[in-house]
């Protein structure tokens, strides 16, 4: 799943996790929201969760030092829609 939605806009982003997290925000703000539908009804809770908790550890290590800091916008934003 995560490589499918990464590789998608991956020549925007020049970076797997990067784009992975582009598109994750635009998911959570309502740009993608076919995406968000595809994966609520594909994937279970707990499969969903990996998503919030891939975010999380994207924002720890790498996002935090953006301003805004996406990874941990669309972790928030997702858990509230999970």
């Avoid at 809770?45 to 999380?56: E, G, P, S, T």
């Amino acid at each position: 799943m995560f490589m499918k939605i990464a590789t998608y806009e991956y020549d925007e982003a020049d970076n797997i996790p990067d784009s992975l997290v582009y598109k994750l925000h635009r998911m959570a703000t309502g740009g993608a929201s076919d995406w968000l539908d595809e994966i609520s009804k594909t994937y279970a809770k707990d499969q969903r969760n990996c998503i919030i908790d891939f975010l999380d550890e994207m924002s720890r290590i790498e996002w935090r030092h953006q301003d805004p800091d996406l990874a941990a916008d669309a972790a928030s934003l997702l858990r509230e829609i999970f």
